[in-house]
């Protein structure tokens, strides 16, 4: 059962006529109030200049890398399969970028247009191993799904 309460959250904010990096960063406080998440991030993804960029964070830091090529990290997998990339160990996955030492669990949400192309991307992360289940990752896709316009509007 989704978390109606978050995305009854996400609703709201998307709704208010606010700045696009100021409704990003209650977009990610949200998500990450919303459950045992430690950082929680949001990126554009730019296909023109090859980039995922970062628009906003919640956590206690800004990532390493505010912007990296679409063809690293796990989130290269996450835009170019167009699905969810739940890693539950990163220590054991070859093409993780270390955005903090202490992650060990990382999920990356895409956020996909109506062509199925990937646009933006949520990018939560964990100290704890397979902090992800079933159910967390189904309520980030349903996130991803109810902030496709956040993206779309945008371009």
Known sequence: MPDTKLLDRLRAIVAQDLD???????????IRAAGPYRWVGL???????????????????APASPGF????????????????????????????????DSTKSEIIVPVLDRD??????????????NA???????LLEECSHLLEDFWTNAE
């Open 116 to 129: 199925d192309r990937a646009i933006g991307t949520l990018d939560v992360e964990s100290e704890h191993l």
């Open 43 to 61: 990126y554009d993804v730019d296909y023109r200049r090859g980039m995922v960029m970062n628009i906003a964070w919640s956590g206690y830091s």
């Open 69 to 100: 090529p679409t063809t690293e990290g796990i989130t290269s997998r996450a835009i170019a399969e167009g699905r969810t990339i739940n890693v539950g160990d990163v220590a054991k996955d070859t093409g993780y970028l270390t955005v903090f």
């Open 20 to 30: 696009r990096p100021v409704t990003a960063k209650y977009i990610a406080d949200a």
């Open 132 to 138: 992800f289940d079933a159910e967390s990752q189904a």
